[in-house]
Nanobody, 129 residues
Framework: QVQLVESGGGLVQAGDSLRLSCAAS?????????MGWFRQAPGKEREFVAV????????YSESMKGRSTISRDNNAKNTVYLQMNNLKPEDAAVYYC?????????????????????WGQGTQVTVSS
């Protein structure tokens, strides 16, 4: 079992920045596995945002590319961050952290929500215009 806890969401204005955190724990957690961020806005499906993987590197959705950075805590290794800059109202959603035990060589293999084994409870991001 792996437990994931997201934090860092909140209400910001358009153009502001936020850093989301995802702390992982559990007996079967491995820091070599892949961590991804997805988001879900009301009435929409959950969509891929970013992923960090030892095998495939770091990748971003087109909407977040250039405005976000995904990273791991260098010391703790069990915490992943998503730095989001220049936030837009359309970025408003519940952001979820996911844990994927499979090592793919291509980032696109991590875009699929169904491939993740564990999810956190989510953290709300609200962006006012």
């Amino acid at each position: 079992q792996v437990q994931l806890v997201e934090s860092g969401g909140g209400l910001v204005q358009a153009g502001d920045s936020l850093r989301l955190s995802c702390a992982a724990s559990g007996r079967t957690f491995r820091d070599t596995n892949t961590m991804g961020w997805f988001r879900q806005a009301p009435g929409k499906e959950r969509e891929f945002v970013a992923v960090i993987s030892w095998s495939a590197g770091s990748c971003y959705s087109e909407s977040m590319k250039g405005r976000s950075t995904i990273s791991r805590d260098n010391n703790a290794k069990n915490t992943v961050y998503l730095q989001m800059n220049n936030l837009k109202p359309e970025d408003a959603a519940v952001y979820y952290c996911g844990y994927n035990r499979i090592l793919y060589s291509s980032c696109t293999d991590y875009y699929r929500e169904g491939g993740y084994d564990y999810w956190g409870q989510g953290t709300q991001v609200t962006v006012s215009s």
